[in-house]
């Protein structure tokens, strides 16, 4: 069965930290995502990456970057943690095909206090 | 930019009772996909529809993709307290690119 591990399910963490939220996918995707989702704004997309040290800023970046050194590895990185970070943020991958679906992780619930 | 607009945004409805979800794009789509969130878990890919006109059936779901590839439905008939959770329409600009655009989800509520 196919799978995208997001390392860690709950994290609190203090303003100003920096925050790594890891995602592996074992299916060779060679797309992934990151999204952040909100009650009442659904998912928005944060950074993607087509291939690997590649990526490209999605509809809310600012705050975030990314690191793509593996073709399996996903990494979000919050520089500074902010209050306003505290989320649900999903990672998923695809293989690009426009044919099949995402796949996604289960999700880490973040909370910055 | 493009937007994808869902509505409704939630949906009560007693067990048995049919429900739908509609999905309108500002531009023409090349194709839309549907998930499914259940309460705490993450989103499931459902299906794609790729053609104008387009209908396909899982079970007792039924899928549309309209003429002009703007917009599309999700019809559940005779609803089941399985059912419940988000459903979110996404669609895939012409370009075809990977990236898809979702709407904000449809939470469907089933009273017993």
């Known amino acids: 069965d196919v799978k995208v591990t997001q390392s860690s399910r709950y994290l609190v963490k203090r303003t100003g930290e920096k925050v790594f939220l890891e995602c592996v996918q074992d299916?060779?995707?060679?797309?992934m995502f990151w999204y952040r989702q909100d009650p009442g704004l659904g998912l928005r997309l944060i950074y993607f990456?087509?291939?690997?040290?590649?990526?490209e800023k999605g509809d809310i970046p600012e705050g975030y970057s990314v690191s793509r050194e593996k073709k399996e590895r996903f990494s979000l990185i919050l520089e500074s943690a902010s209050t306003n970070q505290t989320s649900m943020y999903l990672c998923?991958?695809?293989?690009?095909?426009?044919?099949?679906?995402?796949?996604f992780g289960s999700g880490t619930r973040l909370t910055v206090v | 930019g493009q937007q994808v607009m869902q509505i409704p945004q939630y949906q009560h409805v007693q067990e048995g009772e049919d429900f739908t979800t509609y999905c309108n794009s500002s531009?023409?789509?090349?194709?839309i996909q549907w998930y499914k969130q259940r309460p705490g878990g993450h989103p499931v890919f459902l299906i794609q529809?790729?053609?104008?006109?387009e209908v396909k059936k899982q079970k007792r779901l039924t899928f549309q993709f309209g003429e002009a590839k703007k917009n599309s439905s999700l019809h559940i008939t005779a609803t089941q307290t399985t059912d419940v959770g988000t459903y979110f329409c996404?669609?895939?600009?012409?370009?075809?690119?990977?990236?898809?655009?979702f709407g904000k989800g449809t939470r469907l509520h089933i009273l017993p």
């Open positions: 529809l790729v053609k104008s006109g």
């Open positions: 996404a669609g895939r600009k012409m370009n075809r690119d990977d990236k898809i655009i």
């Open positions: 531009t023409t789509l090349s194709n």
């Open positions: 998923a991958s695809s293989d690009g095909q426009v044919i099949y679906g995402y796949t």
């Open positions: 299916m060779d995707h060679e797309n």
């Open positions: 990456s087509y291939d690997v040290k590649m990526k």
